[in-house]
């Protein structure tokens, strides 16, 4: 019994972890901020070129770089006088690992090959290179 305990703890702290992620990009600015650095990835943005693109305030985008560095989904890096954001790809990685897992294998509610698609389909919303999806076996039925 104490293994289950230590396991839905495991589970227990992966969900809360991944909630606060998910809450974390659950605004538009930051949203938006995420992509900027999925597509500037992997040399990142100083603060300027992302509040020149995005036309964000400065004292508002600096909240935002904040909660997303908190919850590890961006990474910051002093330049001399510049901080350099880069999306945390390993971070986004295992996110989505997560909801693959949920979505795609125990479950079946997605076929992985219509995940592929999508990406294939939507090239500026999914940026995700197909070559860093999963596999997919076809299964004759």
């Given at each position: 019994?104490?293994?289950?305990?230590g396991?839905?703890?495991t589970?227990?702290?992966?969900?809360?972890?991944?909630?606060?992620?998910?809450?974390?990009?659950?605004?538009?600015?930051?949203?938006?901020?995420?992509?900027?650095?999925?597509?500037?990835?992997?040399?990142?943005?100083?603060?300027?070129?992302?509040?020149?693109?995005?036309?964000?305030?400065?004292?508002t985008?600096?909240?935002?770089?904040?909660?997303?560095?908190?919850?590890?989904?961006?990474?910051?890096?002093?330049?001399?006088?510049?901080?350099?954001?880069?999306?945390?790809?390993?971070?986004?990685?295992?996110?989505?690992?997560?909801?693959?897992?949920?979505?795609?294998?125990?479950?079946?509610?997605?076929?992985?090959?219509?995940?592929?698609?999508?990406?294939?389909?939507?090239?500026?919303?999914?940026?995700?290179?197909?070559?860093?999806?999963?596999?997919?076996?076809?299964?004759?039925?």
């Open positions: 019994m104490a293994g289950a305990t396991k839905l703890r589970n227990s702290e992966r969900f809360a972890r991944y909630a606060d992620m998910f809450s974390a990009m659950g605004t538009e600015p930051r949203l938006r901020i995420m992509q900027l650095l999925l597509s500037a990835h992997p040399e990142g943005l100083v603060v300027s070129e992302i509040q020149d693109e995005l036309e964000i305030p400065g004292s985008l600096s909240h935002h770089l904040d909660k997303l560095k908190n919850e590890d989904l961006v990474q910051v890096e002093r330049k001399g006088t510049f901080l350099r954001y880069t999306a945390n790809t390993e971070a986004l990685r295992e996110i989505l690992q997560f909801l693959y897992a949920e979505c795609c294998t125990r479950n079946q509610a997605l076929k992985p090959q219509d995940l592929v698609q999508l990406c294939k389909e939507e090239k500026p919303l999914c940026r995700i290179p197909t070559s860093t999806l999963p596999k997919t076996t076809s299964k004759k039925s």
